[in-house]
């Protein structure tokens, strides 16, 4: 099992629209998780940290389901600027990203 | 203020000569990483520096690949003999371990190209 898995996509989703990505993890022991954003030849940028009781920030919200080791990000009413590379990234030491998921807002 | 910043931001080579990359973090980060990322794909982790303690190397793919860091500045990454498969955005991220937020700070990366 990978460290880090999430489904690349892409997701088209229309403008508008909500829209949630998953990602599992493998290492029971982490203690933190993110969730990144990567324009096109841009450098990996925070988007959110997730905490173990889940957190909000404006549209975005992320949660962390520890049973099934997954976290999740749901954006809500997405924006053509929301298009992007949404990276999961596990680890506290050794940290570890996901390929990322490709998530195409449409005009 | 000062983010990461990497040299050179891009770097044409032949295939077989020596590279070094350059990476200066954030000024009291302890923790540095190195990640490749070839294109259109993500983040491969290649090794994780923190304070005085050994590297992390689990991710260098090859022995032609070295790195080093002088206390908690500056790192350089070393690539011998260079493959065509090496070419990638090679990037540098560091972060503190205490005392603030946890989350890793990107530099721009060195694009490598090997011919």
């Known amino acids: 099992r990978k460290e880090v898995e999430q489904d690349p996509g892409p997701f088209n989703v229309p403008e508008g629209a909500t829209v949630a990505f998953n990602c599992t993890y493998s290492?029971?022991?982490?203690?933190?998780f993110f969730w990144y954003r990567q324009d096109c030849r841009k450098e990996p940028k925070l988007l959110m940290s997730v905490y173990s009781s889940g957190n909000e920030d404006g549209r975005f919200t992320a949660q962390l389901n520890r049973a099934s080791q997954y976290i999740s990000l749901l954006i809500r009413d997405s924006k053509l600027s929301d298009s992007a590379t949404y990276l999961c990234?596990?680890?506290?030491?050794?940290?570890?990203f996901g390929k990322g998921t490709r998530l195409h807002i449409l005009p | 203020g000062a983010g990461v910043s990497q040299s050179p931001s891009n770097k044409v080579t032949e295939k077989g000569k020596d590279v070094e990359l350059r990476c200066d973090p954030i000024?009291?980060?302890?923790?540095l990483y190195w990640y490749r990322q070839r294109l259109g794909q993500g983040l491969e982790f290649l090794i994780y520096f923190q304070g005085n303690s050994a590297p992390d190397k689990s991710g260098l793919p090859s022995d032609r690949f070295s790195a080093e860091r002088t206390g908690e500045s500056v790192s350089t990454l070393t690539i011998q003999r260079t493959q065509q498969e090496d070419s990638a955005v090679y990037l540098c991220?560091?972060?503190?371990?205490?005392?603030?937020?946890?989350?890793?700070?990107f530099g721009p990366g060195t694009r490598l190209t090997v011919l």
């Open positions: 990234v596990s680890g506290d030491d050794k940290i570890i």
């Open positions: 991220a560091s972060r503190q371990t205490s005392g603030g937020p946890l989350e890793q700070f």
């Open positions: 000024s009291g980060h302890t923790a």
């Open positions: 290492n029971s022991a982490s203690q933190s």
